[in-house]
Every structure is written in C-alpha cells, then in structure tokens.
C-alpha cells in the first residue's frame, strides 16, 4: 500500500516554529529512506532532510541548526520540527519514501511522496 499523509500545515512569522508530520503505511515505511523534500512555486525541488540507509539523518546545510528530523517507528510516523523559520522557507513540503536518501537530498525521488503539506513563513 503507498500511503504517504502530511499535516502540519501552517503559516507564521519569520522566526517562528512549525511541526510537520507524516503518517505513512507500514511497508513503506520499514522499505525505504523516510525524508523531507520541499518546492516553492518557480523553484525546483530540494531536499531538506532525510534517513539514510544505515540509519543516520542527513540535512541540507540550509536546515542544519534549525530543522531537526525524527521517526516514530511504532506509529510509522515521520515528523520535521522546523525553527527560526524564514520567508525563504515558505513551500509545499513532501514527506518521501525512498531507496535513496542521499539523493533525495539532491531533489531527486527514486521512490514515492505525498500530496505535500504548505509552509507560509511571511
């Protein structure tokens, strides 16, 4: 079954926090590289964090310090907590399920994701 459900959706001010969830069935998740990519309108994909293959997280240096990535393995839940946000975070973010999770740093998605949720930082 490919289930991947995002929530967290939001809007707030520079310097505000924002947490993202994904719930995502249970093959998928114990199968692939659970991770973050996010797309603002005119701007390609990029990846912002993700679960490696032996298990380590990896960030996009622009998440480093402010975005902190974790797993619920019980609940098969992925969830980003997001501080000092910035306009330049604003996007619709996507939770993916990957055999890759280097390359989804680099905005590419061998694998599957869902419907995005929206980040508005303004």
Avoid at 42 to 68: H, L
Avoid at 94 to 114: H, Q, R
Wanted: negative net charge; aromatic residues 10%.
């Amino acid at each position: 079954e490919v289930q991947l459900v995002e929530s967290g959706e939001g809007s707030v001010q520079p310097g505000g926090s924002l947490r993202l969830s994904c719930a995502a069935s249970r093959y998928m998740y114990d199968n692939g590289c659970m991770g973050w990519f996010r797309q603002a309108p005119g701007q390609e994909r990029e990846g912002v964090a993700t679960f490696d293959s032996d298990g380590s997280i990896k960030y996009a240096e622009f998440a480093k310090g402010r975005f902190t990535l974790s797993k619920d393995d019980a609940k098969a839940t992925l969830s980003l907590q997001m501080h000092n946000l910035q306009p330049e975070d604003s996007g619709m973010y996507y939770c993916a399920a990957t055999s890759d999770g280097l390359a989804l740093l680099s905005g590419m998605i061998f694998g599957y994701y869902g419907q995005g949720t929206q980040v508005t930082v303004s």
